[in-house]
């Protein structure tokens, strides 16, 4: 991988990662744009405990634009976009309509291919590789800045799912806090290792569910499967059988198996409704452990936790998406239409 950083008009930053260490970029932006300013502010619910991004500036962003203005693909000629050279890899790039800015974080794009008509599940296990490899060295230089303790990489895909933007890309947020779905894992983790004299409540779980049905794949360093509790009619947790904080943390060999791993979980989610669908709606999202201090959860470091990727779609059925009504946005409880048993075995029929 050869990764050229460069900037775009506005002061932005631009990454290349290229799979040729002799492919050069030098390409200038030549679109007249001001430095972008944001008014991103991060507030505290005190009776919930959790933050919110308020980010006004975000009314303006781009929203579903023509194939020939897609803001993703290369520039070309006389057609100017976020990306100066006239093809790329993998792209990541400061997002120019960002929730998180400044002391409040960051967030930055990343563009899986320079192809718009395709799509992550569409990617060799080459450009796959490399995506993860930029995805990897995006947690790394994003721990480092001083006002980021927790990085997510995650995409959304479709319209359905409030995708803007049509071109195969995903997203990175780095929080200046811990996320609540992160703290609400670190405090069972805390109470499971006091409970059982150290056991580790990861490592727990993945042992229950590689006994179990709900086992939708499994490779020699990962794991895919349906959890016993999903919230969503076809959820997919993937994990490496090694326990590792983050993806800093893989080592070779399950670097290199997570392409054929995921890809494969990918088009067996395409082919869940039939041929007659569009192509399945979902999110796909990474945990990794914080890193800032974890003092407040009793004994657990970041050694603790366990990397993982969150696959689901909100379509449940053929033509019917699952809404998040009174029950799931009131009181944050899920109800679950399709057995996590059901799900499984429909995503082992799948198969390629």
Not at 12 to 34: C, G, H, K, N, Q
Not at 70 to 83: F, K, N, V
Request: aromatic share 10%; glycine share 6%.
């Amino acid at each position: 991988m050869k990764k050229t950083s460069t900037r775009l008009a506005d002061g932005r930053e631009l990454i290349y990662y290229d799979l040729r260490d002799d492919t050069v970029r030098d390409a200038v932006d030549r679109r007249p744009l001001e430095r972008t300013h944001t008014t991103s502010e991060i507030r505290r619910d005190p009776l919930l405990g959790d933050q919110v991004a308020i980010a006004s500036h975000r009314q303006g962003r781009t929203y579903h634009p023509p194939a020939d203005q897609c803001p993703l693909c290369p520039t070309q000629g006389d057609r100017l976009s976020e990306i100066p050279d006239s093809s790329y890899d993998v792209v990541v790039f400061e997002n120019r309509f960002p929730s998180l800015a400044g002391d409040s974080g960051r967030c930055e794009v990343v563009c899986f291919t320079s192809d718009h008509d395709a799509s992550f599940a569409s990617l060799t296990e080459e450009q796959a590789r490399l995506v993860l490899d930029a995805w990897t060295d995006r947690t790394s230089e994003l721990s480092h800045l001083p006002s980021v303790e927790q990085v997510f990489c995650f995409e959304n895909r479709g319209a359905e799912i409030g995708v803007t933007l049509g071109h195969p890309h995903g997203q990175i947020y780095a929080y200046p806090f811990t996320t609540p779905r992160t703290a609400l894992m670190l405090r069972s983790l805390a109470t499971h290792k006091e409970a059982t004299g150290g056991e580790n409540l990861f490592d727990a779980v993945l042992a229950r569910e590689l006994a179990d049905e709900r086992v939708v794949l499994e490779g020699e360093h990962w794991v895919a499967f349906v959890p016993y509790a999903a919230h969503w009619p076809y959820e997919v947790h993937l994990y490496p059988k090694r326990r590792v904080p983050d993806l800093l943390g893989l080592d070779e060999a399950a670097r290199s198996e997570f392409p054929q791993v995921y890809l494969e979980l990918l088009r067996r989610f395409d082919r869940i409704f039939g041929a007659g669908e569009s192509p399945t709606p979902y999110i796909a999202a990474w945990h990794q452990a914080p890193f800032g201090t974890l003092e407040e959860f009793d004994g657990v470091t970041r050694d603790d936790f366990a990397l993982h990727l969150e696959l689901f779609t909100i379509r449940r059925t053929s033509g019917k998406l699952k809404f998040l009504a009174g029950s799931e946005s009131g009181m944050s409880v899920f109800i679950n239409d399709v057995p996590p048993e059901r799900a499984a075995e429909r995503l082992r029929e799948v198969a390629s």
